[in-house]
């Protein structure tokens, strides 16, 4: 090896260049510590959530399409390692389709679990989100996971007089969200045969307007009929809206209050990949990471650069000849 070679600045460029490469096939990989959540999704899928008053890629769609699509793309954001379980509630209770599970590895059939999810699982007509979402509370507590319980809040039947059931455990001890679906304006409830069809909404006749269990109200006397052994709650049919819906805000809030939740509006404010971060706990795991990467990229860079001033230094040769022979061919006498 001559001084001149040696003197060479790219000489030392791919003499950086080998080393990284050789730096990239043997080095280990490293162990890295991560973030990541085990979330429990727990799915309302009640009448009032067929409800089609919210859009998803600019076509009107009901709300259970809405919190499917939303937690599909949900899922996609967070770390490999974090586990995703999927829960459905109907009538009173929250049942558990399967445990949370690594996302990356098991992202087509949560994927595929998510976009089958149907009305037609309910197992029973009433929604009694209060009683649902204790359930899901304790379905997570369980496994020690988040919880991230969706619905539009309405209760079928209404919400007794008594107002809502007290909550029997420790608040706050699940992490997690209640998330809001649906728009705030009432609207009417689709409402389908024994066969799947839609034949039409929901009537006020059709649905009970009033939860006559438990303590009548305090001015049940002043009704027609009352009587207070057989008609405590008065003779007259009860009149109302409860045939109409709309995402119930007070009654969520109410309820994340009692739980040691948070509450999210969907669709409003914060996305609700940041409202997971902020609500939902996390605990670190250490992995082998490979970095092969990064000085695999140092060697392509000094690569890329040892050609391009490869070409700099041709073209500036290539320059200064040209100009040396055009100063030559001036300086030469006309005959």
């Not at 709300?63 to 996609?76: G, M, N, P």
């Not at 679990?113 to 649902?132: C, F, N, P």
């Not at 109200?217 to 009352?226: K, L, V, Y």
């Not at 392509?300 to 041709?314: E, K, N, P, R, V």
Request: net charge negative.
């Amino acid at each position: 090896m001559t001084w001149s070679v040696v003197r060479d600045w790219r000489f030392w460029g791919l003499l950086l260049a080998a080393a990284a490469i050789a730096i990239a096939l043997l080095v280990p990989r490293v162990k890295t510590g991560r973030d990541v959540s085990n979330i429990l999704f727990v799915i309302d899928i009640t009448g009032s959530m067929n409800t089609r008053d919210i859009a998803v890629d600019g076509a009107n769609a009901s709300r259970l399409e809405f919190v499917k699509s939303t937690v599909l793309d949900t899922i996609q954001s967070f770390d490999c390692l974090s586990k995703a379980g999927l829960g459905l509630f109907a009538e009173r209770r929250s049942f558990l389709l399967f445990e949370p599970v690594e996302l990356c590895g098991n992202y087509d059939p949560i994927s595929g679990a998510l976009r089958q999810i149907d009305w037609r699982m309910a197992w029973e007509g009433d929604s009694y989100v209060t009683k649902g979402l204790y359930s899901a509370i304790e379905l997570a507590k369980s496994g020690g996971w988040n919880l991230v319980f969706f619905t539009d809040g309405h209760e079928a039947p209404p919400i007794p007089y008594t107002g809502i059931a007290d909550f029997d455990g420790e608040p706050g001890a699940v992490p997690g969200l209640i998330v809001g679906v649906g728009g705030t304006q009432k609207v009417p409830i689709p409402k389908f045969d024994a066969d799947g069809r839609e034949v039409g909404t929901w009537r006020a006749t059709d649905v009970p307007q009033e939860n006559r269990v438990g303590v009548p109200p305090e001015n049940a006397s002043s009704r027609p009929g009352w009587h207070v052994r057989n008609a405590p709650w008065g003779a007259a049919e009860t009149t109302g809206d409860e045939h109409l819906t709309s995402r119930r805000d007070e009654h969520l809030e109410a309820l994340a209050s009692k739980t040691g939740l948070r509450y999210l509006k969907l669709g409003e404010g914060a996305s609700l990949v940041t409202a997971m971060t902020e609500a939902v706990s996390s605990h670190r795991v250490t992995v082998p990471s490979d970095i092969s990467r990064y000085p695999a990229g140092l060697a392509l860079a000094g690569l890329a650069a040892l050609f391009a001033g490869s070409l700099i230094a041709a073209w500036s040769r290539r320059g200064a000849d040209w100009f040396a022979s055009t100063k030559n061919q001036k300086g030469v006498a006309s005959p």
